[in-house]
């Protein structure tokens, strides 16, 4: 089955830059979705299709996806966006398609 | 507004059944494909299901295949799990999300807490 992987976590000061990766195979050939979750809320939508954003989620997260590594970066970090960030494919190499997630990343903010 | 309202949470037995609901507004409900994710306490999150808008396509992760059944009625704009056979390694928040076929998940539901134990 398929595999998708990222760092448990990812340290940044406020100002900088967070990227934060999703190793999965050839995962370039695929659309990857990623999400926002804080503690006790349910996850939103922060990329979609690998790099287009819902209305409402500030132009400072981007995403990318080549090979075998998709990328979330979120410029200018601030406090508020310290959450877990988990990526998502449809996996559709079966006869079964399933749909995948990341194991999540804790992004702190110092 | 678009918003999607999760129900029938609860405490259950080992081997027990429980059905969760989720109540759809704010848009056409039977245009979309609908899912269910879940996630156990403290860690991420896991696909159980999908139901496509018309229910012809069904899809299960190999841990709840043989007990549970997604389903939907797009005359009530509501989605629906039926659980059987429930495990403790069932517990978890279970969230209904709103599906692009065969892509992202927007909105989520705020979620419906399943404890399976003794």
């Known amino acids: 089955s398929y595999v998708l992987t990222q760092p448990p976590s990812v340290s940044v000061a406020p100002g900088q830059t967070a990227r934060i990766t999703c190793g999965g195979n050839n995962i370039g050939s695929k659309s990857v979705h990623w999400y926002q979750q804080k503690p006790g809320q349910a996850p939103v939508l922060v990329v979609y299709d690998d790099s287009d954003r819902p209305s409402g989620i500030p132009e400072r997260f981007s995403g990318s996806n080549s090979g075998n590594t998709a990328t979330l970066t979120i410029s200018r970090v601030e406090a508020g966006d310290e959450a877990d960030y988990y990526c998502q494919v449809w996996d559709s190499s079966s006869d079964h398609p399933r749909v995948v997630f990341g194991g999540g990343t804790k992004l702190t903010v110092l | 507004e678009v918003q999607l309202v999760e129900s029938g949470g609860g405490l259950v037995k080992p081997g027990g059944s429980l059905r969760l609901s989720c109540a759809a507004s704010g848009f056409t409900f039977s245009s979309y494909s609908m899912n269910w994710v879940r996630q156990a306490p403290g860690k991420g999150l896991e696909w159980v299901s999908s139901i496509s808008s018309s229910s012809s396509y069904i899809y299960y992760a190999d841990s709840v295949k043989g007990r549970f059944t997604i389903s939907r009625d797009n005359a009530k704009n509501s989605l629906y799990l039926q659980m059987n056979s429930l495990r403790a390694e069932d517990t978890a928040v279970y969230y209904c999300?709103?599906?692009?076929?065969?892509?992202?998940?927007?909105?989520w539901g705020q979620g419906t807490l399943v404890t399976v134990s003794s």
């Open positions: 999300a709103r599906a692009q076929y065969e892509g992202w998940f927007d909105p």
